[in-house]
Each structure stands twice: as C-alpha cells, then as structure tokens.
C-alpha cells in the first residue's frame, strides 16, 4: 500500500520554526516530484513548494518565499519542508504529496498524506 507519512508539525509562535518531514512506505520517494500544500479551515488547498526527483529544482509560493525551504533526502526517502519566521497566517494542515511534475497545481498529484497541523500562535 503505498502511504505519505507527514509529521512535525504543532503549535509554534509567530517568529519561530518548524521542520515537516514527509516519508513514505510502500513505495520509493525518489520516483516523484514531491510537493507540500496546505489547506486552512474555510479556505482551499493551496500549493505552497515543490521539488524535482533529483532536489535540483524547487518552487515556493510567494506567500512563503524566503521563509520555507523545502529539500530531499533519497536515501532516508523522506522531504523535509523548513520553515522560518512563522506567520499567524501560515496556520493550516500541511500536507505532502507526490507526483511527476514540478508543480503547485494540486490537480497534478496521485498520492496524499494525510497532514499534519500546524498552528503559530501566541
């Protein structure tokens, strides 16, 4: 059964960190692009980066450029999304998916974790 495990998440300050880690079983990470979303109660699903197989290539959303950082590790077959300088407005459920293209479309991902919450508040 092929499975995305998100985790890392919390409750944090505004100004602090966190460090999302994405894993899968069943199946062999470094095939996809992996991509992190997130989604905030009332709102839509909204991509926010994204990684090529090799990590050579990445894309964020505005919203987050400067502050996360997303990276791969193939051997421990896990991605990881850093993120600094948190803002009450990145509270939402994160998640990790995986696909072929480098891209923040949502449509364009075959597998989904389940999420993890993050909350930055004071």
């Known amino acids: 059964q092929l499975q995305l495990v998100e985790s890392g998440g919390g409750l944090v300050q505004p100004g602090g960190s966190l460090r999302l880690s994405c894993a899968a079983s069943g199946f062999t990470l470094h095939y996809y692009a992996i991509g992190w979303f997130r989604q905030a109660p009332g709102k839509e699903r909204e991509g926010v980066s994204c990684i090529t197989i090799s990590g050579g290539s990445t894309n964020y959303a505005d919203s987050v450029k400067g502050r996360f950082t997303i990276s791969r590790d193939n051997a421990k077959n896990t991605v990881y999304l850093q993120m600094n300088s948190l803002k009450p407005e990145d509270t939402a459920v994160y998640y990790c998916?995986?696909?072929?293209?480098?891209?923040?479309?949502?449509?364009?991902?075959?597998?989904w974790g389940q999420g993890t919450q993050v909350t930055v508040s004071s």
């Open positions: 998916a995986a696909g072929n293209l480098l891209t923040l479309r949502v449509a364009s991902y075959n597998y």
